[in-house]
Structure formats: C-alpha cells, structure tokens
C-alpha cells in the first residue's frame, strides 16, 4: 500500500515536472497566438493563464505526451472561443460578413515579374521589407474566424482535420475559411505596402 | 506511367500542398512538376517565405507578469 502510493507520488511528481517544463518552453509562442487572437495583452495573459488551468486538469488524460504541444495549443483556442463567448454573450463565428471577399487574392500575382526569373525576385524582397509589425496587423486585422484558423494552420501546422475537430466545423467550412483568410491577409499586406510605397507594383498594374 | 500535371492545377492546388493535405500520388506530381518548372517553384517559395513571416507573428515574449502568475499556479497544482 505505501509502496503504491509512493509509486503515485512519484508519477505525479514526473507529470509536474514533465509539464512546468513543456509550459516553459511553449509560453511564448502561446502567449504571441493568444495575442494575436485577443489582439490585447491583459486578455491574452488570462487566456494562457485559464488554458494551463484547463491542460493540467486534464493532463491524466493525455495518452501521448509527445503530442502535448498541439493538444495545449487546441485547448488554447477553446478557451479564446469559450471565454469570447461567455464575455459577449454570443457565439463570435456567426453571421460574417464576407459575402464579396475574392478567394483567390494573391500578393504573388501582383509583384511577380516574370521576365525577371533570372535577374530579381521581387516577391521574396517585397516579404523581406515587411516589419514584424506589419504582419502582426495584417493578422489581427482578420475578422476572428478566419484569423483563427490562419493561425492554427500556419502557426501551428494543425491539419484540416484537426482544426475541424477542434472547432467542431465539417472540414470544408475549414477550407473555405481558409482560403478566405489567406486571401483577405494577402490583400491587406498588398494594401499596406502599396500605401507605404514598398509594394514594387508591375509596370501598368494600378489597382489596390 | 504518371500524369503529369498543369501549372494551372499545381497553383491550384498549392496551398493544401504547403499544407501536406493531398493525397500522396497528387503530392509526388506537384513535387516532380516544380523540379522543372521555375515559376511554381518561385511561387511555393514565396507562398513557403510568407507562412514563415506569419509564424513568427505567432510567437511574442511572454510579459513577466503572466510567467510569475503561472509558476504560481503551477506551484498549487
């Protein structure tokens, strides 16, 4: 009986460790997407601060600890969602009003010289002039469903599935949201830099 | 044999490519296309360089503030 306990102690003792470690390691990349999601530091604290309450608490029942990362990182986004709930007392995804955004945006498209293969790369520079501050913008510019997914796919390498899952989404609303998304950060970036006049346009393009 | 695919169906296709969502076979195509075609190279570079950019956005120092709040909690587990 002692021994058993003992043993207990010990396990739990390894868990502790296993997650003040993990946490340690993690916390700025999840304390950066809670700010990307919140777009404010003291509501992306408490969200970091409610998901670890939440992971703990759950710990035991985490088979795999090797996928401890994106498992933190999906209770993260339930907890933004949750406490977005509960804050507006609505569900934030509904009703977006994106009826007229074009999909296939592509800043690609709008820099590429193709006579300049050989010679330049005027798309690889124009993403070299961008400031992390002018990314962080175009991202918290999103309306939250596209950025939540921009996020968990780019941010974190969560598959279709996986988002959809955790957004309890089919797959395809994943794609489309997606796809918008990427499309409306495209957009806002080529915006950006078209008004800080580093957008490098092609000969004849003047559209914005 | 193996199909080979357009640049139309690789741009197409592309971001779920970077995302690793397309079925193997679809994948092996676009891969092998891109070993000859420059501009779909230079356009999953570009596509691969700004998901990088976005990346970093994820990631931001977390203020001391929210470390000593959540040792503290840690500590109470």
Known sequence: MTLRMEQTDHNSEQRRRFFEAEVERLMDR?????????????????VVA??????WSKLDGLQDLQSFEKWVFRILINTFISERRRRLARPADESPDCEDVLDQFSLFEKVHQPFLLWWGNPEQQLLDKFLRADINRAVDDLQEEFRAVVIMVEVWGLSYAEVAETLEVPVGTVRSRLSRGRALLQRALWSQASQLGIAGAKQGDTSR | MSKHVSCEEVIKRLLEFLDKELDAETERQIRSHMETCRACFSRAEFERRLRERIAEAGETKAPDSLRRRVRAMVARF
């Open chain 1, 30 to 46: 999840l304390y950066g997407t809670a700010l990307r999601l919140t777009r404010n530091g003291p509501d992306a604290e408490d």
């Open chain 1, 50 to 55: 409610e998901t670890l309450a939440r992971a």
